[in-house]
T-cell receptor
Framework: DAGVTQSPTHLIKTRGQQVTLRCSPK?????VSWYQQALGQGPQFIFQ???????QRGNFPDRFSGHQFPNYSSELNVNALLLGDSALYLC????????????FGPGTRLTVT | AQKITQTQPGMFVQEKEAVTLDCTYD???????LFWYKQPSSGEMIFLIY??????QNATEGRYSLNFQKARKSANLVISASQLGDSAMYFC????????????FGSGTKLNVKP
């Protein structure tokens, strides 16, 4: 039973560029949430997707957008990258949008230079 | 105001001893959930324990227990019989809101277990 997978593992981008991160949820899960974890801090909630819709959003600008596909996988897109976007991006999946338990993927380490 | 506050940036504990990691939370919701996660240096976030706001008994999972004091809005994690493999970052988190889809993490506590 595959857990949550994320790709790529590491990524280096330049300021102003755009990036897409990908996440496949745990088998049987239909809800995906994305988090940004800056170095030395706790994760910050970006948004949650359920039934291909954004259900809830944290305090992040519109440069951060997402998508969920019919197979429940998800993408996180960040436009006009800033140095401050450098972080570990974590994806978590859950059985449904109200399920309390989330399973996290290993994360994508994004470095913006 | 911070939704989750962890006041201990770092903690040391001797192997085989118990340790308590502090967490306080802020919410006006009646229904919410409290969590603890472990994050080793490899980066993955590992779920440890969950406490629902209506649960009367403190949650326990093996060597982990959650000391839930609702009136004080605290949800401390107790790790009994610490092991070297327990050395990691520990995050307290809370879910609230309709469908529990607002999720907040604290800033974490770095636990070091000494042999």
């Amino acid at each position: 039973d595959a857990g949550v997978t994320q790709s790529p593992t590491h990524l280096i981008k330049t300021r102003g560029q755009q990036v897409t991160l990908r996440c496949s949820p745990k088998s049987g899960h239909d809800t995906v949430s994305w988090y940004q974890q800056a170095l030395g801090q706790g994760p910050q909630f970006i948004f949650q997707y359920y039934e291909e819709e954004e259900r809830q959003r944290g305090n992040f600008p519109d440069r951060f957008s997402g998508h969920q596909f019919p197979n429940y996988s998800s993408e996180l897109n960040v436009n006009a990258l800033l140095l401050g976007d450098s972080a570990l991006y974590l994806c978590a999946s859950s059985f449904d949008e109200s399920s309390y338990e989330q399973y996290f993927g290993p994360g994508t380490r994004l470095t913006v230079t | 105001a911070q939704k989750i506050t962890q006041t201990q940036p770092g903690m040391f504990v001797q192997e085989k001893e118990a340790v308590t990691l502090d967490c306080t939370y802020d919410t006006s919701d009646q229904s919410y959930g409290l969590f603890w996660y472990k994050q080793p240096s490899s980066g993955e976030m590992i779920f440890l324990i969950y406490q629902g706001s209506y649960d009367e008994q403190n949650a326990t999972e093996g060597r982990y227990s959650l000391n839930f004091q609702k009136a004080r809005k605290s949800a401390n994690l107790v790790i009994s019989a610490s092991q070297l493999g327990d050395s990691a970052m520990y995050f307290c988190a809370m879910r609230e809101g309709v469908n529990f889809n607002k999720f907040y993490f604290g800033s974490g506590t770095k636990l070091n277990v000494k042999p």
